[in-house]
């Protein structure tokens, strides 16, 4: 028998692929196989299965940043990961979802939303002061000005439109937006480091 974590993987992926507000409990119950009372035995309502979801998703993608961004040698590397974690994030970006989760789940969203936030800003400012701290990054950076300013940036490519999926989980635009955030902010050290490893870096991506 299937545990609830594993159920939750399973509605995951039916609310991702129709939307949360066009799946409904029956179909929940139907896609995992067992009785909608025994589904009620698990979970109490869609509700809280939307609310373990994202919980789900959250620990999911904070490990998959600490895998990528551990044990680099310098920043640079180390905002390599990172770059890499989140064009996996914008490739499995669900529009359908997160609409119907800002419309009928707007505290969930919120919350989530915030959650998420917090977890990159933390990413970024350490590695921030990492580079600065190994001589890769400009002295005069302000770690906390640039750091919102890059997840402002991320977070409006997200939902401009100005871009297709297909355009942000391609090896150019990954080059570009790698260029784009690394040479404004490292230092002659970081510039000589990038320029002769960058090719090799995106190449690798």
């Given at each position: 028998m299937e545990t609830p974590i594993e159920y939750i993987k399973k509605v995951c992926t039916l609310f991702k692929t129709y939307g949360i507000k066009s799946v409904t409990m029956d179909d929940v119950a139907?896609?995992?196989?067992?009785?909608?009372?025994?589904?009620?035995?698990?979970?109490?309502?869609?509700?809280e299965l939307v609310s373990l979801i994202l919980d789900r998703e959250f620990e999911e993608k904070a490990k998959e940043f600490?895998?990528?961004?551990?044990n680099k040698d310098n920043a640079i590397e180390e905002v390599f990961g990172y770059f890499k974690v989140q064009l996996s994030?914008?490739?499995?970006?669900?529009?359908?979802f997160l609409y119907d989760l800002k419309k009928y789940y707007p505290l969930l969203y919120e919350n989530f939303s915030e959650k998420k936030k917090n977890r990159m800003m933390e990413s970024v400012l350490s590695n921030m002061?990492?580079?600065?701290?190994?001589?890769?990054?400009?002295?005069?950076?302000?770690?906390?000005?640039?750091?919102?300013?890059?997840?402002?940036?991320?977070?409006?490519?997200?939902?401009?439109g100005m871009f297709t999926i297909e355009e942000l989980i391609s090896?150019?635009?990954?080059?570009?937006?790698?260029?784009?955030?690394?040479?404004?902010?490292?230092?002659k050290k970081g510039w000589e480091i990038v320029n002769s490893s960058i090719d090799k870096i995106i190449e690798n991506a």
């Open positions: 139907r896609e995992l196989g067992i009785s909608k009372k025994t589904l009620y035995l698990h979970f109490n309502d869609k509700l600490d895998a990528a961004m551990a994030l914008l490739a499995s970006h669900k529009p359908n002061k990492r580079g600065k701290k190994e001589g890769l990054y400009r002295k005069d950076l302000n770690e906390e000005v640039i750091t919102r300013m890059h997840i402002a940036r991320i977070e409006s490519i997200m939902i401009s090896p150019e635009f990954f080059s570009q937006a790698f260029k784009y955030h690394l040479y404004g902010i490292v230092s």
